[in-house]
């Protein structure tokens, strides 16, 4: 093994990098999941600026020492190649930060307490947003309504939204200040939830609805967006994550510019911005260029359908528990003309596109659309990508790898949603549900991320959930669906080389190998030996970007 793991960085000490001197940085003494096919483990690592220059074994490495490198020496740690999330709202989240929360309330009450609190700490007018609620979390599942939260928001609109992102509770000052009645007609790709007797709007706003609210709601200044990156960075940093694959508005992009321009970032970030302005992206990368490793245009982001939990994820088959719908084709995607054209043209311009997708309908008509593109346009490396893909019928599974698509998926939604999946789409449904065993058996190139702030910005913990498939609830504690379940080592491969080529950057990043990039995580304990339940309570010890230490945990 000594010897095997010693031939790279013989190989490495032939070329001009070591006439440059000592390394900067070496991490030894540890155990290193390089992500290699060729020397998967190794001892210790050297580092040189921002790249890795030697990877192999103790003795080797220390030999390279110089008066003024600094050794970390990491026993019991493991060290990884830094964690690639394949899908954020990075901005969103940073704002989220600064934001109410509302993810972990467990009852109405709570729900309806925290945000009679934060309404009592603003001034009358200004608005409460964001907030992640999950309604299934509490006793009897029932959906919120403006009458929990009207009489003490009396001088404080309120939209805020479930933790998926494709339903919000208004209540009735924000309805009146948008307008918006019983003879409000529902828009295109959404739907304004209604009182069954009266047909008064309920406050729930569905997908395409929740844009009646939003598009009133004040914009951050540039100075509240720059303290929400900041919060962004120092979330990521912590939690091991060196670069993201993000959903960015075009506003956000300009927040993501200024703070590249200033240095001040410590994430490398993807960018995607919405296919229905394709033609801004493609014009801007041809007067700019497509970026840095910094900052970088990465394509498109576009809509086939809603989620499962708001019951607008696009399905053959209508819902268990709401038999009157089979979920909503989203705007985007209305007229099917209409996303055909912006996606030929788009893929025309050699951009990537990355359409979200979550029923299996939605799953089944964006795989055939892509299949169109790629016959129209002619072949080259695409990298077409759907995201979440986390209903499909069998027969689309294998089509992943034969068309070349990348599953995007997020692992957290499955421990999280498999508390109450089975009553949406029922037992037949689930099997092929968060199908990481089957996508990956298939030849699927899947990779993973986190979809923050719907679920948390933790790759330690998305891992814990590719791995035990356990359920928030604690009702599954041999997995759901269990025999979906991957090994840790596909599942880091999955956040590291996998995402790494999900953004065209495999030669880059994603593994700790000579010449890459120096984006490297200490984990304070060895998740190959560990209990795979464990794994949820491993910490970040160190992140690396660029071989600069953005993070140092305390011990």
């Not at 093994?1 to 490495?12: D, T």
């Not at 996998?498 to 950057?505: K, L, R």
């Amino acid at each position: 093994m000594r010897i095997f793991l010693l031939i790279p960085l013989l190989l490495l000490m032939m070329t001009p990098n070591f006439a440059q001197g000592p390394p900067d940085l070496i991490l030894s003494r540890t155990r290193a999941w390089t992500g290699s096919t060729v020397a998967p483990w190794a001892e210790a690592l050297a580092i040189s600026g921002n790249r890795i220059v030697a990877v192999g074994t103790d003795d080797a490495i220390l030999k390279l020492r110089g008066v003024k490198t600094q050794v970390l020496e990491l026993p019991g740690c493991l060290v990884i190649p830094g964690f690639i999330d394949n899908h954020t709202h990075f901005l969103s989240g940073g704002l989220q930060l600064q934001s109410i929360d509302l993810r972990d309330a467990k009852t109405e009450k709570e729900f309806a307490e925290r945000i009679h609190q934060k309404a009592r700490s603003l001034t009358p007018g200004r608005w409460i947003t964001d907030g992640n609620w999950d309604h299934e979390s509490w006793p009897g599942a029932k959906l919120p309504t403006k009458a929990l939260i009207d009489p003490f928001t009396a001088n404080t609109p309120v939209l805020v939204n479930r933790l998926d992102g494709h339903m919000a509770l208004a209540n009735s000052l924000a309805l009146r200040m948008t307008g918006i009645t019983k003879s409000t007609p529902d828009p295109a790709g959404g739907a304004i939830v209604r009182d069954q007797k009266t047909g008064e709007p309920t406050g729930i706003l569905e997908d395409a609805a929740m844009e009646l609210v939003s598009r009133h709601i004040p914009e951050p200044s540039a100075r509240e967006n720059d303290e929400a990156l900041q919060s962004a960075l120092r979330e990521a940093a912590r939690n091991g994550v060196t670069s993201v694959q993000d959903i960015t508005p075009w506003e956000s992009f300009e927040v993501f510019r200024r703070a590249h321009q200033l240095n001040r970032l410590t994430v490398r970030i993807y960018a995607r911005t919405p296919l229905s302005e394709w033609k801004k992206q493609a014009d801007w990368v041809r007067n700019h260029g497509q970026g840095d490793n910094w900052l970088k245009m990465g394509g498109f982001k576009a809509f086939m359908d809603g989620s499962l939990g708001s019951t607008t994820a696009y399905f053959f088959e209508a819902y268990n528990d709401s038999p009157n719908t089979y979920g909503l084709l989203a705007e985007d995607a209305l007229p099917e003309s209409k996303i055909k054209e912006r996606m030929l043209a788009a893929d025309k311009a050699g951009l990537q596109l990355s359409v979200h997708a979550i029923g299996d309908r939605a799953n089944y008509l964006l795989l055939n659309l892509y299949e169109e593109v790629a016959r129209t346009n002619g072949p080259r490396d695409r990298r077409f990508r759907i995201e979440h893909a986390q209903h499909m019928r069998p027969d689309d599974i294998v089509r992943f790898a034969k068309l070349g698509v990348i599953p995007s998926m997020q692992p957290y939604h499955c421990i999280d949603d498999g508390r109450w999946a089975e009553k949406r789409i029922g037992p037949q449904r689930i099997q092929t549900t968060y199908a990481f065993r089957s996508l990956l058996d298939s030849g699927a190139r899947l990779s993973f991320g986190s979809d923050w702030p719907v679920a948390p910005l933790q790759p330690l913990l998305g891992i814990y959930a590719a791995v035990t498939r356990r359920t928030l609830d604690g009702k599954n504690p041999q997995g759901w669906v269990c025999r979906q379940k991957i090994s840790v080592e596909e599942a880091l491969r999955c956040y590291t080389l996998h995402n790494a080529y999900a953004a065209f950057e495999e030669k880059l990043k994603g593994s700790l190998d000579i010449g890459k990039l120096a984006d490297v995580v200490v984990l304070d304990r060895d998740l190959f030996a560990i209990p795979p339940e464990e794994i949820q309570s491993a910490k970040v010890l160190y992140t690396l970007v660029s071989g600069r230490i953005v993070y140092r945990a305390d011990r």
